[in-house]
């Protein structure tokens, strides 16, 4: 991620409105230089590593944002988190793929011993897309943040510890497999690279 990115990010979020969204924070023109300065801050400090998510193909466009944070070196284990996308991107193989890519960089490369992830508890649908990607659900972390509107978010905590990476790499390849008889139609052809970009 960085300072000149602030644009796209804000053209990715304004698909679908995102920045109003009650359960994540997503940057608007107004909140956009914060949300960078405060990402490329953690990585300064080595707490954070902060990404853009695009799309090589059929041309690069910014689509979202995720990263690793909370990065204890010491212990070898990190968040994945304040990940989002663009509503046309929303439930399409472009999270799953990121996910993937992020997975087997922190157990792979980093040699993590655990991988963690919040959402808000009033997130179904991350919470049960966190399930489907493997992680194990460990409880409730009450009154874990004060979102913007001044509500007390309770968190629901999963994790994905090393010694479950390789089942759990197992069944995102078989997800991020091409269908064996793939749509004919164009319009229905999904691009076939995702990108984290630092």
């Known amino acids: 991620m960085l300072v000149s990115d602030g644009h796209e990010l804000v053209q990715a979020a304004a698909d679908g409105d995102l920045w109003n969204l009650p359960y994540t924070t997503v940057p608007s023109a107004e909140t956009v230089d914060g949300y960078i ?4 801050e953690g990585r300064a400090n080595g707490t954070a590593i902060p990404f853009v998510i695009q799309i090589l193909e059929p041309k690069r466009i910014v689509i979202g944002s995720t990263r690793f944070w909370n990065i204890n070196w010491q212990h070898r284990n990190l968040e994945i988190g304040w990940t989002w996308l663009a509503n046309a991107w929303q439930r399409t193989f472009v999270n ?3 996910k993937f890519l992020m997975l087997s960089f922190a157990f792979e490369r980093l ?6 992830f919040t959402t808000d508890e009033i997130n179904k649908t991350s919470c049960a897309a966190l399930l489907r990607l493997g992680a194990q659900q460990e409880g409730i972390i009450r ?15 999963f994790s994905i510890l090393d010694e479950e990476w390789p089942e759990v790499r197992r069944g995102l390849e078989e997800k991020l497999k091409p269908p064996s008889e793939p749509d004919p ?5 999904a691009p076939t690279a995702t990108e984290l970009r630092r």
């Open 185 to 189: 139609s164009p319009e229905q052809t």
């Open 111 to 116: 040699n993590c011993v655990r991988v963690q």
């Open 37 to 40: 300065r405060a990402a490329l």
């Open 143 to 157: 009154q874990d943040f004060i979102m913007p509107d001044g509500r007390k978010r309770d968190s629901v905590l």
């Open 96 to 98: 799953t793929e990121a």
